[in-house]
């Protein structure tokens, strides 16, 4: 029925509500006008299929059974209920696709979308399965992208992608690769935790970012008094760095930075803020000590009390603690570095230890901050190193000035006082007078480093026994060494060339070479020692009052040569040689490019991982070192 018909209709009908005779024709002239209303109705509903949804077809279909027979609307309700019926088998089948675990594949969800797009219907569970694959396909995008062009992802990044991928219910085979990536980051991170965090205790709530990170934390906890200059300091470092205050900015910087390059920037710009606010704060504690800043109230030691008793100086931060405070140098031997609870952020492992970390990081290629922070520790370690070696090739351990003992020494076991409170040390410390800053930043920053190394105690010591009086009785804090006790006895080590020139022999003649990697290099070395013994046997039987002590570790100089039956020795390789002697001379040859020889305890390593692994020394490990700051 048209439009005009159905308008003639409804005026007939309002014509006739006037009548006061009953027409037969006006039931007729009803049903015509309910059918037309209900065509009407379903017209407009179809011709807006966005909005035509299962519902509003079940109550059309229901109007509808209702009307009176007609031609028109039998073929339009045979229509609807195709449509509905049509419907609900694509909104179920959908719904099952969608929920169906394990998930469809993409391919297939995308050809049954094909197939529902002709459905002149609003479907929920249909525009649902829409928006799963186009969010599918995105992702499947930025999953190709991350790895485009050799990129190696940033975990952040590669985390975010996993985990919307959980809400997406469609197979995508990029997923269980990304999985196990993100997998392998977190039994890293927990290798690593192992490696470097403390066991849990009160003074050590330090995360692994924040022990592989240079500080950006310097001068917090107890230590917040400064002085001017420590203040000043910290601002010019904010002027340079505004976004780089807290850890939380590294982090995020980190994990921002497009590449590794940028991100070595990065903490080479906090390294340099942490030397700075550190520094100023060393002589920010040590000038609390002295006699002219002694008009005001101290506070010192976690406690914020004025130093009375025994004392104990972390070597670091320069900060002064009661003994009673804080668990400290019960174990602790002369001539051994004593760091706070502040600064003694991690267990410091040896650098074989750590360097296969990296490696293993490397070989997963994801980018993460700590990631990044371990790759600039072993960089900065390995330019600190070069440092130790050239101060020593240049002779700047020799100048070390003595003067310093003629003023005010704060590490002296002497009993001193402050305000009418006496105090005393009870271990000592590297006095900054005489100790020029060079020396000074070069020291603090093995400490810094959080890897032990030979080189850390051989430089610390060295600098102690140049520029403390020896002391005529044990340490109260621990028992010498007879190393300590040949230095007390006027008898210190003399540097040359990054290696103590006093090579011990073992004691009874019982040191020997127990592990050598490669049999086929004895020869060689046999050779090369002979010679070494050769060139230097002269003068060290000049220079050597005992006949057991001499320049070779081969023999002694009395003997004019070494039997068969004898080891021979070669030179250790290492930059600061231990000078190991009894047992502890094991040998190792690296088994990278410059097969040199070590001892295993010079280089960190025990006698079970250089018969289990190889060992590559820091040389071969930074082929393309540049030793420039």
């Keep these: 029925m048209s439009h005009p018909a159905r308008w003639s209709c409804r005026i007939l009908l309002d014509v006739s509500l006037g009548l006061d005779v009953e027409l037969p024709q006006l039931p ?66 959908v719904l099952s696709l969608i929920e169906a675990r394990p998930p469809h594949s993409i391919e297939t969800l995308d050809a049954a979308l094909q197939e529902v797009e002709n459905i002149p219907a609003y479907l929920p ?16 995008h930025e999953a190709e992208a991350l790895q485009l062009g050799g990129r190696i992802p940033v975990l952040d990044s590669l985390s975010e992608l996993v985990l919307r991928a959980e809400g997406i219910p469609v197979q995508l085979d990029p997923l269980s690769r990304l999985e196990a990536l993100v997998s392998d980051i977190q039994t890293w991170k927990e290798s690593a935790a192992k490696t470097f965090l403390l066991k849990s205790s009160p003074f050590s709530p330090f995360s692994l970012l924040e022990v592989l990170c240079p500080r950006c934390d310097v001068g917090t906890g107890h230590q917040k008094s400064r002085n001017k200059k420590t203040k000043e300091t910290t601002q010019m470092s904010k002027k340079t760095s505004t976004k780089l205050e807290s850890l939380c900015d590294v982090e995020r910087a980190l994990s921002e930075s497009k590449d590794s390059a940028s991100a070595m920037a990065t903490l080479a710009e906090v390294r340099q803020r942490e030397m700075e606010t550190l520094l100023a704060l060393r002589a920010s504690n040590e000038s609390k000590l002295l006699p002219a800043e002694n008009c005001c109230p101290l506070s010192v030691c976690v406690c914020q009390k004025a130093p009375s008793g025994a004392m104990v100086q972390c070597e670091l931060c320069r900060e002064v603690f009661h003994c009673g405070c804080i668990t400290t140098t019960a174990d602790l031997e002369y001539g051994q570095a ?21 490696a293993s990081l ?6 993460l901050p700590e990631g990044d922070a371990l790759r600039f520790l072993i960089e900065r370690t390995v330019r600190w190193q070069h440092r130790v070696q050239q101060a020593c090739t240049e002779g700047a351990l020799e100048k070390v000035s003595k ?69 005529s009785h044990s340490a109260p804090c621990g028992n010498n060494t007879d190393e300590d006790q040949e230095s007390q006895s006027g008898s210190p080590h003399h540097i ?71 080891e021979d020795y070669s030179l250790c390789a290492a ?13 190792v040859q690296c088994d990278g490019s410059c097969n040199q020889w070590f001892h295993q305890i010079c280089v960190g390593l025990s006698a079970e991982r250089a018969e289990k692994e190889d060992y590559i020394c820091i040389s071969c490990t930074q082929p393309n070192y540049d030793s420039g700051e």
Excluded at 69 to 91: C, D, G, I
Excluded at 125 to 140: Q, R, S
Excluded at 362 to 367: E, K, L, S
């Design 338 to 358: 004593w760091l706070c609870p502040l600064c003694q952020r991690s267990r410091k492992p040896p650098l074989d230890k750590v360097l296969p970390l990296l």
């Design 403 to 471: 003067m310093g003992r003629g003023g005010p020494e704060v590490s002296s076991h002497l009993t001193q006082e402050i305000n009418g409170s006496p105090f005393h040390m009870e271990h000592q410390s590297v006095p900054l007078q005489g100790l020029g800053p060079e020396l000074e930043e070069l020291m603090v920053e093995g400490f810094l480093l959080q890897v032990t190394l030979p080189e850390t105690e051989q430089l610390y010591r060295y600098l102690l026994y140049k520029l403390v009086p020896q002391p």
């Design 28 to 93: 007729l002239l009803r049903e015509r006008l309910e059918q037309a209303r209900w065509l009407e109705a379903v017209q407009q509903a179809s011709s807006r299929p966005e909005s035509l949804c299962l519902d509003t077809m079940r109550r059309l279909i229901d109007q509808g059974v209702g009307l009176a027979p007609h031609s028109s609307v039998e073929r339009a309700m045979a229509r609807l209920q195709e449509l509905l019926t049509v419907s609900e088998q694509w909104e179920e089948r």
């Design 362 to 367: 490397q070989r997963i290629r994801v980018r």
């Design 575 to 587: 930059p600061w040689c231990r000078e190991p002697e009894g047992d502890e001379v094991n040998w």
């Design 125 to 140: 569970n249909c525009l649902e399965l829409k928006d799963v694959i186009t969010k599918a396909k995105k992702w499947l």
């Design 496 to 566: 040359k060339n990054g290696v103590s020139s006093l090579k011990k022999e073992a004691v009874n003649g019982q040191s020997k070479r127990t592990k050598r990697r490669k049999e086929s290099s004895d020869s060689q070395h046999s050779e090369k020692a002979k010679k070494f013994c050769k060139k230097k046997s002269k003068k060290s039987k000049e220079k050597s009052e005992e006949p057991k002590r001499t320049c070779s570790p081969t023999h002694t100089v009395s003997d004019p040569a070494p039997s068969d039956s004898e």
